[in-house]
């Protein structure tokens, strides 16, 4: 069974930094793309930005809101995610969530999802 | 960046009714369009891909259709199990971008 276990959140003051970890299992994460996504307080879900497999590259993607702010990097050899957020601000609030994505092939094209969502870990800014 | 809206931001029904929930990008997707499903503290589970690809698994009560720019969800004869809030996302841009969720709760 695919399991995401995300820890790390707290409480943290504004410009406070946070380290987030997402321990996956049941799936060969080497050859996973992954995703971090996160849910404000009664608001929507917004992507903050992935990483590709070593093997597809390693590279990484980012929400423009975030970029320079937020990085994600991946252990292989432990099988884990880590989104590493600096700067913080008080809209940084939210729960974070990191996901498995798949890209199928279809007949129109490849088409990218987010599988697998862990239960999620909430970081809470606030002075 | 992709702009998604979602109508209505919430729908109240009863068991046995069919609900709909119409998506729109802010411009051409084709069908580069997922929706998840989520439950009150509780993390979303993908249902549709590819705007209309039932993920395995999910019943057959839910469908999806649409192309390039208009998208709708479906389910045929709502369950107790379906109250919940329902979320599109485009990835048709890398800039993966959702919509702010439809609330289906008990009429």
């Known amino acids: 069974e695919v399991q995401l276990v995300e820890s790390g959140g707290g409480l943290v003051k504004p410009g406070g930094s946070l380290r987030l970890s997402c321990a996956a299992s049941?799936?060969?994460?080497?050859?996973?793309?992954m995703s971090w996504v996160r849910q404000a307080p009664g608001k929507g879900l917004e992507w903050v930005g992935r990483?590709?497999?070593?093997?597809?590259?390693?590279?990484?993607d980012y929400a423009a809101l975030v970029k320079g702010r937020f990085s994600i990097s991946r252990d292989d050899s432990k099988n884990t995610l880590y989104l590493q957020v600096n700067s913080l601000k008080t809209e940084d609030t939210a729960v974070y969530f990191c996901?498995?994505?798949?890209?199928?092939?279809?007949?129109?094209?490849?088409?990218?999802?987010?599988?697998?969502w862990g239960q999620g870990t909430t970081v809470t800014v606030s002075s | 960046d992709i702009q998604m809206t979602q109508s209505p931001s919430s729908v109240s029904a009863s068991v046995g009714d069919r609900v709909s929930i119409t998506c729109r990008a802010s411009?051409?997707?084709?069908?580069?369009l997922n929706w998840y499903q989520q439950k009150p503290g509780k993390a979303p589970e993908l249902l549709i891909y590819?705007?209309?690809t039932l993920q395995t698994g999910v019943p057959s009560r839910f469908s999806g259709s649409g192309s390039g720019t208009d998208f709708t969800l479906t389910i045929s004869s709502l369950q107790p199990e379906d109250f919940a809030t329902y979320h599109c996302?485009?990835?048709?841009?890398?800039?993966?971008?959702f919509g702010p969720g439809t609330i289906v709760d008990s009429k």
């Open positions: 990483i590709k497999s070593k093997t597809d590259g390693g590279t990484t």
């Open positions: 996901t498995t994505d798949r890209i199928k092939a279809l007949v129109l094209g490849y088409y990218y999802y987010m599988e697998v």
């Open positions: 590819a705007a209309s």
């Open positions: 996302q485009q990835s048709h841009s890398t800039q993966f971008t």
């Open positions: 049941g799936f060969t994460f080497t050859n996973a793309w």
């Open positions: 411009q051409f997707i084709n069908n580069f």
